[in-house]
């Protein structure tokens, strides 16, 4: 068995990647932030709906249709766009959120796991940069000696989803204790609710400001 990428090009890349694992974005902001109002399981939830969207990401890249955002502008103004809008709209929602009704789910009531999920999806897949990243960033890693270069692109794209969901996971398991400790007092929702808005909100203005 021969690996696709040589092993110590694959062990630089991996702490890369850890290393941008740990670098505050919309990804992991939106699971220490779930992680923090409703547990440990709701970080989870956020962190698998991130990795699906990552694996969608190395698909287009692995059958090359990233590409279409170098080729077609309007393709990645109008996904940018979108994802500015979902970004609005998520702060907006948390600004509307009812103190009330927050506390009950915080307090093992009812959170919708698939809006959780979804919602984490859409907002990585939403994200025009991080396939465009993907396109600069994966092929420095490449050898054309080595086989086929679409191989080689899925293995370090995949290795990049893996890494990013542990590192989650072990940010989840940190910051989960602190949540359990703050989602006891009634003013923590008040807060939660406007520092997540404000976080959201703030993105959405980065990405619409933050030029190609």
């Known amino acids: 068995f021969r690996m696709p990428i040589e092993l110590t090009l694959y062990v630089a890349y991996a702490g890369v990647v850890v290393l941008m694992a740990l670098t505050p974005g919309t990804d992991n902001i939106y699971v220490l932030t779930r992680t923090l109002s ?8 956020a962190a698998s709906g991130i990795a699906i969207a990552l694996c969608v990401h ?5 059958l090359g249709l ?3 955002f170098l080729s077609a502008p309007d393709l990645y103004a109008a996904v940018r766009w979108a994802g500015i809008a979902y970004l609005l709209w998520l702060a907006w929602k948390a600004f509307r959120a009812s103190p009330d009704t927050e ?3 915080g307090r093992g009531g009812v959170l919708s796991k698939s809006r959780v999920v979804g919602q984490a999806f859409m907002l990585c897949l939403l994200n025009p940069k991080l396939a465009v990243f993907f396109i600069a960033f994966l092929p420095q890693f490449t050898n054309p000696d080595n086989g086929t270069m679409s191989l080689q692109l899925f293995t370090l794209g995949v290795t990049f989803a893996l890494i990013s969901l542990t590192v989650f996971s072990a940010a989840i398991l940190f910051v989960a204790p602190i949540g359990d400790a703050l989602r006891h007092h009634a003013s923590f929702w008040k807060w939660q609710a406007r520092i997540s ?3 959201l909100g703030a993105m959405a203005l980065w990405l619409a400001l933050d030029e190609r």
């Open 38 to 45: 409703h547990g440990r399981s709701a970080g989870f939830l």
């Open 103 to 105: 506390l009950s789910a």
């Open 58 to 62: 190395v698909t287009a890249i692995t």
């Open 66 to 68: 990233s590409q279409l």
């Open 197 to 199: 808005g404000g976080v």
